[in-house]
């Protein structure tokens, strides 16, 4: 009986394993049965060649048999599956007190299902599939494997999973005694059905049984079969190796630290290249807008709609198409980011908002300057004139004087509006750089930091487990 101390004891440490995947690895749900064990489930690896299939499948008939029972229709028709023109090519064979037979399609697979009412099921609570391919190995339920050898070789062999191997020799008539692990199936079930049939060959029943290894082999298997903590520990070691062995958890480490380290490289590579292309692109051209706009002709004469067609054409359309978005994009598309609709780096229509604010501001200015300076100025000089204190010369030196003043004074304002516009967008543009990298870094770190703990939780529970079983 499956010890329920010690699988209470590891039993959780499975489930936490088995948490770790949305697929569970190959046979650890047969694990997992060990809180309520069913019935074990032998594979039978029968060779594929005619000759190797015919002793193969005599091994599991010979192992059936019911020689004392008054009722041999079942066998009878048991011992032939292989002998019709469609045969099956896996066949599941389990206790039945009564004779049934059906067949249905698994996994793109033909399987025949047989309950036969015999003593050797249902005394050592087993069922066998026998197969001659191992490619549903994964998915077979079995527990264990019984592999036919024939010619010391079958190619189907399961490497992979608990496995008892009996090599086929039809020879061993010749050998007074069997050697080790071989057997001859066909002589046994020879000897099995004439015993059937006619009960005074006892003798040469019993004789045959122990030449052709037969009866030991059988002792062997109901041992194994008897010893059911025994077939757990084994699948449980080869469900634990497969795991380490499939998914080569170092590589996979590895790995991990790999993509972190080039993830964060390709992060700081873009935070340089958006850097860079702010100061080699986008500068200048705001730069050059800036020169455009330093003539008093323009700045007295350019109208709102007109300042904001030639913003548009020097600095919002180029902002729009930056290649540092178009980067940004494709860095949050392999970082699987879903979020790709992020915060602007600039914002265009608050870069067009400042510069109608600009404009608004500088004629505010100019009214002020013509007001508080020019005018003022101007009336002094006309008055000077016309009281006849001052010469026409002079006051018109004056007038002149404060035009010209207030025509510079309004120009380097009107620069240094311009250049507190263009620090301002430099200065936003570099800060939501620098924000959407730390954005990113935080983002693929909490990605990372869940498939490390994932990976650190897997890893340990196959320790904790491949210890205990040490």
Known sequence: MWPQLVFRRFGSQWVRLSQCYQKPPPKLSLVLQGYNPK????????????????????????????????DQAWFHIWRQRYLQHNSPSTILVKYGNVFDKHSEELESTDM?????????????????????????????GCHFYINLQRDGVNPSAPHDWPTVNFVLNPDLQRVPLPMGDQIDPQW??????????????VEEYLDVMRRSNFASVKRKLEGKLQEVDGIFRDLQKSVLGNIVHRENLHEQHRKLVADKREISEKIQRWSESAHDELQSSILPKLQTFVKNQLSIWKVYSYSESKIQLKLLNMVTEPLRSLQMVNSLNRLKGELHIESVASKNLIDTQEVNHKATALHKKINKIIYENFLLLQLPLILVATFGVVSGECSSFSM???????????????????QSLLDSYVKRIRETLSSNIENEKVSLINEYQTGFAAREKDFETKYEIIHSLSTSRS
């Open 39 to 70: 019935k074990i489930r032998c594979g039978l690896i029968l060779p594929s060649d005619k000759e190797g299939l015919r002793g193969g499948s005599a091994f599991l008939s010979a192992l059936l048999a019911d020689v004392y029972s008054p």
């Open 396 to 414: 018109g030196a004056l007038a002149s004087f404060g035009i010209v003043l207030g025509f510079s004074r309004v120009l380097a304002m009107w």
């Open 112 to 140: 025949t299902t047989f309950s036969v009412p015999s003593p050797f099921l249902q005394k050592n609570n087993v069922e066998f599939l026998e197969v001659q391919s191992t490619d549903l190995q994964d998915e077979d």
């Open 188 to 201: 046994a079930l020879g000897a099995i059905c004439n015993f059937i049939n006619d009960k005074s060959t």
